[in-house]
């Protein structure tokens, strides 16, 4: 009886140590900016994005030379010119300087939905890329390395990159 209830206590040991391991999820952790950066469709989206940005910026360096330019006229025929000419050009000034201001606010939006319209396609794909890869590896859970503190667990960046072929 005595040996039964040995037997019998190893054995419930044994079951529950399996279970214990088995229950433990499987977790990896990857940087998602890395393998972004790293897609080819990013790297295009980028130029693109600079490229619109750098269109941008020459309208608004021309129309701040403009601006520039009529300040500088103004002010050398402003002793030509009656009161109310010049306070009709200092309004005209303010109205080309808040126009400025508006453009730049304008491109800075527009740059930020043009991201974020070239960039969704690719963040889709990365994901799915990585549930992919963690579901063919038995992955429960898979981290961005980002917001991790400590990061011992697999690393399946490369696995995600070889799936997608970059």
Do not use: W
């Amino acid at each position: 009886m005595k040996q039964f209830k040995t037997l019998l206590l190893a054995t419930v040991l044994c079951i529950a140590t399996v279970s214990f391991t088995q229950a433990q999820s499987k977790v990896a952790h990857i940087n998602t900016q890395e393998l972004i950066a790293a897609m080819p469709a990013a790297k295009t989206a980028q130029a693109e994005i600079e490229a619109l940005g750098k269109t941008y910026q020459t309208d608004i360096q021309a129309s701040i030379t403009e601006y520039q330019n009529t300040v500088k006229q103004y002010d050398a025929e402003a002793s030509t010119k009656t009161a109310e000419e010049n306070q009709k050009r200092m309004v005209e000034l303010q109205e080309k300087q808040q126009r400025i201001q508006q453009f730049r606010a304008d491109a800075q939006k527009d740059l930020a939905e043009k991201e974020a319209e070239l960039f969704k396609p690719i963040q889709e794909a990365a994901m799915k890329a990585i549930n992919e890869v963690a579901k063919a590896k038995g992955y429960e859970y898979v981290l961005d390395r980002a917001t991790l503190i400590v990061a011992n667990g697999t690393d399946i960046l490369a696995e995600v990159k070889a799936q997608m072929g970059i």
